[in-house]
């Protein structure tokens, strides 16, 4: 079993910083893929980054120059650096672990509340 745990969310006025944590622990393959998710009020759930045991990154157009995914591999840890942070940036956002081995083993955090006043 894997165990993800997020923090780093909070309150910020727009234009600030925040900076998202997710360690993972468990029995986790070393072949894997860590991502970001958000949910914001009456909307669906959206892909925001994703990083590869390897390095590669992808972004949500949305966030492209603002936010930056990175990894620790010894560490089995995941960040989000939010930067120039916008109302519309206000989510829940989720730590996702997956990694294809005997099946797809696909792990999520419990959410960290992320809120950008005006």
């Known amino acids: 079993q894997v165990q993800l745990v997020e923090s780093g969310g909070g309150l910020v006025q727009a234009g600030g910083t925040l900076r998202l944590s997710c360690a993972a622990s468990?029995?986790?393959?070393?072949?894997?893929?860590m991502e970001w998710y958000r949910r914001a009020p009456g909307k669906q759930r959206e892909l925001v980054a994703r990083?590869?045991?390897?390095?590669?990154?992808n972004y949500a157009d949305s966030v492209k120059g603002r936010f930056s995914i990175s990894r620790d591999n010894a560490k089995n840890t995941v960040y989000l650096q939010m930067n120039s942070l916008k109302p519309e940036d206000t989510a829940v956002y989720y730590c996702?672990?997956?990694?294809?081995?005997?099946?797809?083993?696909?792990?999520w955090g419990q959410g960290t509340q992320v809120t950008v006043s005006s």
């Open positions: 990083v590869t045991n390897g390095g590669s990154t």
């Open positions: 996702r672990l997956w990694f294809i081995r005997s099946g797809f083993n696909d792990y």
């Open positions: 468990g029995n986790i393959f070393s072949n894997n893929v």
